[in-house]
């Protein structure tokens, strides 16, 4: 749209103007100008309009400014008096008769409001309002001298200073937004801002550029610091301004939105620029914006820290930031510091600390990505209810533990002196009724260790079940919910209303006594993500194992989204009415937590237990998935009872690929390294959901493909790490908050996957390259292992 356009469609669409005299210039020759008079001065383009313009509210104060002409709502760009400071009735503008301008408050003798006082040595100098909205007399631009806006076209330098008409904020250098209370920037631009022209693009120097929503399109527009601090470009749409492009992109990021101690929070819902002012935990209102401690630090050795999760204060030249090798060393500093009010910690370890003497600026946003853990006093009784990063931090399941109400008290001592009788009664019963079944039981086990040539049952060791229980628990193995490689898994429940899988072994060797032991030594590995085992059948020549029941499933019905894939772990249910696009999708941060922990349990295998335990058998299908998606590792333990011709189910055709390490194909030495690699092909799947024999975007020959090279191409090579994510949640990928994350868990799947085993890293190692803990080096480039085979 043409200037010339938008000039004759606002005619066309709004009132004309109520001043009853327009002027072209203002000149020595033109009497004095008062605010009654009523006069305006216009643009040639009628585009602008320069005068003395009336307080909203207080008709009789005055500012002389300069304003867009024929809009409904009055938008002032410029102004030579303060606007906090107006001028009344009685005030002038004049030329005196030395040629400088003169804009005075009351009488003409008081002293001269106009900025830069602009004088001229000829008469013949008139004060005029260009097209482009700058008032010029004589050498001196109202350009020079801006207040809160700058107009298309209209040059910003190192000595542009914007104010915002309340005074609390100003835009220096071209570049930076400083809160003036304090003096401390909030904002700071890349290169410093030139221009903003009529299309909406800001040019910056060394040919940087930053684009409003509408960019392309002639508009009116202004740049302005608003009142709320933030910088702002508006376009005006047919009727109204409209926001298109602004400075600080997270309100509360701006200092002054609340006041000391308070937390700024964004209201999303209702749009960006609405927030709330709230208390810490610990305090309370002061004022509308600030708070105030409820009970006051006397004792700094009695004190304690309340964890709040993204919340960020600064403390301005009250705070103090440092470098600490860990957290426990950068709280005993916060401690050691009676004027420490509270220290800002990053989970990154990077050893960032800020201590805070002084709680100013403080808001909430994940993109903190640190705690701050405020100071209160030990008897202060408010919790957190900023909790969000220490809890994803978490890996571990709690349990919850529930006891019953303690009875009523009663007055009445006959009904004590009956309860007391009849408890002690009961207990003299119970305990000969429990002697009586250990002697039996005893008795039984005795007779049962002697017939298999065990003199005494282990300490701790798994309930030996009849078959006849495990058939009627399981309604005759009825529920079918699983199969896999070691056998069936059926669903059943116990007497005492416990449900379990119930595994029937297949292909198992040795006999009753070789089973009960190794059983044994399985049921006494308790790890958080390992699968229970509580008992076991060994009777008419079935072997079978009880486990706790998972009722989640396993992992691979949540990667793998297309079809029914079998399982082979306990717990697990096969339900064809179920599609498995009803299950959710895990989210970035429980596949981390998945993974650490399926970790930590290989590493328990390897390296924590009594006896040296390999799983052989590490795939998505053999990682259950709890109620809070806590993951558990099933068929532990097992490969002791298996022969090695029924565990190898990988042939050594060319191009055959699955979890088993090189070894299983070269028949070499089987080592813990074996589930180290298949650890790393799930910990790959993780991460982009995928089957490992599944090609995705490749041009290679199927025959020659293999995904782990893959992925290394196109994370290492090509550096496009979104090419290997997870399809159904690419979208949710933040660089800042999950590359962390991501690049450790592809880097440790890449170290895991080398083909010679001495190149792998122990599993315990590899879980602390997860946590982050050990430093990861470039990772070689996994090759095709099975290409070598003839």
């Not at 370890?349 to 701050?372: A, H, R």
Request: hydrophobic share 35%; with cysteine.
């Amino acid at each position: 749209m043409s200037p010339f356009f938008l000039f004759f469609f606002l005619l066309s669409n709004f009132p004309p103007p109520s001043f009853s005299q327009n002027l072209s210039s203002f000149s020595s020759s033109d009497s004095t100008w008062t605010p009654t008079q009523n006069k305006q001065l216009l643009s040639p383009n009628s585009l602008f309009a320069a005068g003395f313009q009336p307080d909203p509210t207080f008709p009789n104060r005055f500012t002389f400014s300069i304003w867009y002409l024929n809009i409904s709502q009055t938008t002032v760009v410029w102004s030579a008096n303060d606007p906090n400071h107006p001028l009344s009735s009685t005030a002038s503008l004049l030329i005196s008769a030395t040629g400088q301008l003169r804009l005075v408050n009351d009488s003409t003798s008081g002293s001269n409001l106009w900025p830069g006082t602009p004088s001229s040595n000829t008469n013949a100098s008139k004060l005029v309002l260009q097209d482009n909205g700058n008032l010029v007399y004589d050498k001196w631009e109202s350009f020079d001298f801006p207040t809160d806006t700058i107009l298309p076209n209209q040059t910003i330098t190192a000595d542009t200073k914007l104010v915002s008409r309340n005074g609390k904020f100003s835009f220096l250098n071209a570049s930076v937004l400083v809160f003036l209370s304090l003096n401390d920037s909030y904002w700071s631009s890349d290169y410093a801002i030139q221009v903003l022209d009529e299309e909406g693009k800001l040019e910056k120097v060394n040919q940087a550029t930053a684009f409003s929503a509408d960019f392309g399109e002639t508009r009116l527009r202004r740049l302005k610091l608003d009142d709320d601090g933030n910088l702002r470009i508006y376009s005006f749409d047919q009727s109204q301004w409209t926001t298109v492009w602004q400075a600080v992109q997270e309100f509360c990021t701006i200092h002054g939105v609340c006041g000391e101690n308070a937390i700024c929070l964004n209201d999303a819902a209702a749009g960006s620029d609405n927030f709330s002012c709230v208390c810490p935990p610990g305090f309370k209102n002061s004022s509308s914006q600030s708070c105030e401690r409820k009970i006051q630090l006397e004792n700094p050795g009695n004190t304690k820290f309340l964890p709040l999760d993204y919340v960020n204060f600064s403390g301005g030249s009250n705070q103090t930031s440092l470098k600490i090798a860990n957290f426990s060393l950068c709280e005993s500093t916060c401690r050691q510091n009676p004027k420490c009010l509270g220290f800002g910690f990053k989970y990154d370890g990077k050893g960032y600390c800020v201590i805070q003497d002084k709680l100013l600026n403080g808001y909430w946003s994940p993109g903190t990505e640190m705690t701050f853990f405020l100071r209160v006093d030990k008897s202060e009784s408010e919790v957190s209810n900023f909790t969000g990063m220490t809890s994803l931090l978490e890996t571990t399941c709690p349990v919850k533990i529930t006891l019953p109400p303690p009875p009523k008290d009663s007055n009445s001592t006959t009904r004590n002196i009956i309860i007391v009788c009849t408890l002690f009664a009961a207990e003299l019963i119970s305990g000969a009724l429990f002697f009586w079944a250990f002697l039996k039981r005893y008795i039984k086990y005795r007779d049962m260790a002697r017939t298999l040539g065990l003199e005494l049952l282990p300490a701790g060791g798994p309930k030996r079940f009849t078959y006849a229980e495990l058939n009627a628990a399981t309604n005759g193995f009825s529920n079918l919910i699983g199969k896999g490689g070691f056998g069936d898994v059926y669903k059943g429940q116990l007497p005492d209303h416990r449900v379990v899988a119930v595994k029937r072994l297949s292909h198992v060797t040795g006999g009753d006594a070789q089973f009960w032991a190794e059983v044994t030594i399985i049921a006494r590995m308790h790890h958080l993500n390992l699968v229970r085992l509580w008992g076991f059948c060994a009777e008419k020549g079935q072997r079978i194992l009880v486990y706790e029941y998972v009722p989640n499933g396993s992992l691979d019905k949540y990667l793998f989204r297309v079809g029914q894939i079998e399982s082979s772990k306990p717990g697990m249910e096969l339900d064809p009415s179920v599609d498995d696009q009803e299950k959710p999708i895990l989210d970035w941060n429980i596949r981390y937590r998945i993974a650490l922990g399926v970790a930590r349990a290989i590493a328990y295998l390897h390296e924590e237990c009594l006896e040296w335990v390999l799983h052989c058998d590490i795939k998505p299908e053999n990682i259950l998935l709890g109620d809070d998606f806590c993951p558990k590792i099933s068929d532990f333990g097992l490969a002791k009872l298996r022969k090695k011709e029924h565990m190898v189910s990988m042939s050594r055709i060319r191009g055959t690929r699955g979890y088993m390490a090189p070894e299983w194909v070269k028949s070499d030495p089987i080592t813990p390294k074996a589930d180290v690699y298949s650890f790393g092909m799930v910990l790959l799947e993780i991460v982009s959901g995928t089957r490992n024999y599944e090609m995705r975007g490749s041009k290679i020959n199927s025959e020659e493909w293999y995904f782990p090279m893959w992925a290394f191409e196109k994370v290492f090579k090509e550096m496009k790490v979104e090419d290997i994510l997870d399809r159904h949640i690419k979208n949710s990928y933040d660089c800042r908050m999950h590359f962390d994350m991501v690049d450790r868990m592809v880097k440790t799947a890449m170290w895991c996957l080398q083909d010679r085993p001495e190149n792998r890293p122990s599993m315990g190692k590899a879980a602390k390259m997860l946590e982050g803990t050990v430093e990861i080096m470039e990772p070689k480039k996994p090759t095709i292992f099975f290409l070598e085979e003839e």
